[in-house]
């Protein structure tokens, strides 16, 4: 198959990516033929498809609407893993996406022309611009400690995790301070004893979690971006909320109370320098993701910190690179407006004198 040729190629089928495809088309860019969407999964669904059964949507963070479809599942306890890849499926299929799967996107490099090349797994293919919309699924993170290695139990980070039943009668360390470590926590300990320990003492949030403090939420990563620092989450920023009936009933039942880091581990468990010690059957690493950026390395977007200095939804000096669910449009709202944003940017760059937007 010879090289396929676009205006704008996006990376990854998740919220921001859907995001991004709606409002490229509504920007003037037709399917197929000015955008494509290259997904690396086997459905639609995006993250959401390998979230562990025990997710409902009534205990996620909120699953915002994609633009244009109202997402409006029957009930909150029925399965996140199922519905929202349901939802993503019926949005491709309402608004007739140009998504195609399964691609696996090896490397995107520049051309001595000035395009960019996207090779992946099934064909490459030439854009003007590159919309990287990967999340941070597929890159668990795991800390280094001293002693890992030897450690004779079982070790598993958030991505591995199936079912609270699997740790019966064991003692668990549940490691991470953000609220999939307090949901996975109060789900274990009630069929475990568990041990939760985090790096720094956890923020608990009294009431609901409204605009303003989302939106100040999202300065904050907004600024580290700007900088050209690594990104937290904007989850991560806006504190453990108090008000989710399964960190109350961790609450009541005295699980949440933590320990700081250990500093090793060891065959049958984890220990501090002042000589604590608890023994485990096993670690879980609730510890968060990193950015799937590894395929845009020969771009060489990254700065000496490591991070990537942006400026809106493209990175600095690259106006036609877009990060979107990176940084500050890290969350489905975000991811949205981000989307929104770089299509915009994105018709004004490619399109100065070109056609107008499909519909309002």
Do not use: C, K
Not at 42 to 64: C, E, F, I, M, Y
Not at 110 to 121: C, E, Q, W, Y
Request: no cysteine; proline share 6%.
């Amino acid at each position: 198959m010879g090289i396929r040729s676009v205006d704008v190629v996006v990376i990854g089928a998740g919220q921001a990516g859907l995001s991004t495809a709606w409002a490229l088309a509504h920007q003037g860019f037709e399917p197929e033929t000015g955008f494509v969407v290259l997904d690396g999964d086997d459905g639609p669904g995006g993250a959401w498809q390998h979230r562990w059964p025990s997710l409902t949507v009534g205990t996620t963070h909120r699953v915002h609407d994609l633009p244009g479809l109202a997402f409006e599942p029957d009930a909150g306890n029925l399965r996140a893993a199922d519905v929202v890849p349901a939802y993503f499926a019926e949005y491709e299929r309402r608004f007739d996406l140009p998504v195609h799967r399964p691609v696996h996107v090896r490397a995107v490099s520049r051309t001595d022309a000035g395009s960019f090349l996207v090779r992946t797994d099934t064909g490459d293919w030439t854009a003007q611009a590159v919309v990287n919309a990967t999340g941070t699924w597929t890159r668990p993170f795991v800390p280094r400690y001293p002693g890992q290695e030897t450690f004779a139990g079982r070790q598993l980070h958030t991505v591995d995790y199936g079912d609270a039943a699997e740790f019966a009668g064991q003692h668990v360390v549940v490691v991470g301070g953000g609220a999939s470590a307090v949901q996975l926590l109060g789900e274990i300990s009630q069929v475990a004893s568990t041990t939760w320990v985090t790096r720094r003492p956890p923020v608990w949030r009294e009431g609901p979690f409204d605009e303003e403090a989302g939106r100040r939420a999202v300065a904050l990563v907004e600024g580290a971006v700007r900088e050209g620092r690594r990104p937290g989450s904007v989850v991560g920023v806006t504190g453990l909320l108090t008000s989710t009936p399964y960190v109350r009933d961790a609450l009541d039942r005295g699980v949440l109370e933590r320990l700081p880091m250990f500093d090793r581990i060891t065959e049958d468990g984890v220990a501090w320098a002042d000589g604590r010690f608890v023994a485990a059957d096993a670690i879980l690493w609730a510890t968060g993701f990193r950015a799937a950026l590894g395929h845009l390395a020969p771009l060489h977007l990254r700065g000496p910190g490591g991070g990537i200095r942006m400026d809106g939804t493209h990175v600095a000096g690259e106006p036609r690179v877009h990060l979107v669910g990176y940084g500050p449009s890290a969350s489905t709202i975000g991811a949205n407006r981000a989307g929104q944003a770089a299509a915009r940017s994105l018709r004004r760059l490619l399109r100065p004198q070109g056609e107008l937007p499909r519909s309002a």
